[in-house]
């Protein structure tokens, strides 16, 4: 990281160059391209928001001020490569704290114990990430099974936050596909905001891996088949999903896979100024992210989703993700500069025309990739025509892992973040 006496430094947030010139006698920056409020720590720049983070931990004793210090310059290393790294991450990758450790911290109440809203009875949890928790619930005028997205109390404290949460349950909403999990309305009653959505008895692709380990060629590719039906309809209305993995495909009793959690799309034409992604925070998982999206660039367009259908079809159908690495940075960074092993290596079954699919939806040049997901779907419709087979059983003999459900396996298992 470049000392702030030098004319130009990195923003430790989205990693794009700032003119330290324009810093304030006080030594307060505002990032023209993040809006993240940047200060002055001895020869760094750090977040507002990742100082706080710091001044919290010290207090509480959790780590000590070489150890945050140790953290912020590994952070703004990170941020030479061209990766946004929020400090907690860092912090967790070197192993200075766990992120129980930051709840405790950050006094992250269970919503369960506060939530009051009309119409509804809560019954468990089922998810919890960055952003809240998602809930079972029972809608009371007619018994519904629903699933209930609570934004947590910290969350609802910033603006932008709140923006978002309203805005992704709107897009939700609108959306209406047999293979999207269903939204059917958002609220907020006593400072508690809140998105109610479809209830999806099944299980998530990634429940799945975990017992199978890796699913037959023809049944990964029908998955990702009835994903980009639903990636066709979202790019329609010129939605980017930003976060498809196989924890966001719920598999139905009946075998449909469904595309959960549109909780971190972005409509396409945004200008900079209703951009959604949040200071500080790389949207997507690191181990299907698209090398666009690691990188921290602001105009993802719908081809970041298709490599990321791509990175989960490579985990379906191999039992591994592409790249596996020490911790989310370096994974972020593998899909940013390494190259991709073939699948057909990891996977000798795999036949030469399901491997070439799975590598252009993965081409890093995303320019070499499919470009559409109707391009793509007619790729894989292809597929199966040559294979003879294009119609195929959604529940064939030997899928007793996804249909044998108990209620612990049960519901839209959706990621918060």
Sequence with gaps: MTSHNNQTSICPVCTTCIDCNLLT?????????????ITIEGEN??????????????????????????????QQTIAKSGISAP???VLIE????????LRDVLGEKDCQQIIDIPGYKIVTKIGEGGMGNVYKAMRLKDKKEVAIKILSPRMAKRKNIVSRFKRESKVAIALNHPHIVKGYEAGEHRGVHYFVMEYVHGKSAERVLKKRKLFGEKRSLDIVRQITEAMVAANKSGLVHRDIKPGNIILTRDGFARLADYGLVKVSDD?????LTIAGQIMGT?????????????DIDIRS???????????LSTGTPPFKGKGAIDVMSMHIHNKLESPAIRNPKLSDKASSIIKKMMAKDKAKRFQTPTELLKEIQKYFVQQDDDTINHNP???EDETNLNDSDCGSRLSTN
């Design 25 to 37: 006698t006080k030594g307060l920056f505002v990032c023209q391209n993040c809006g993240e409020s």
């Design 45 to 74: 720049l750090v977040g507002k928001s990742d100082k706080k983070l710091a001044e919290q931990l010290i207090t509480s004793g959790l780590v000590t001020k070489n150890q945050i210090e140790d953290a912020i310059a590994k």
């Design 87 to 89: 400090l907690a991450s």
């Design 94 to 101: 070197k192993k200075y704290v766990n992120s129980s450790n």
């Design 271 to 275: 200008n900079a100024g209703m951009h």
């Design 286 to 298: 690191p181990y299907y992210i698209s090398p666009e999206q690691a990188k921290g660039e602001s």
């Design 305 to 315: 989703d298709i490599y990321s259908l791509g990175a989960t079809l490579y985990h």
């Design 397 to 399: 003999s030997g899928f």
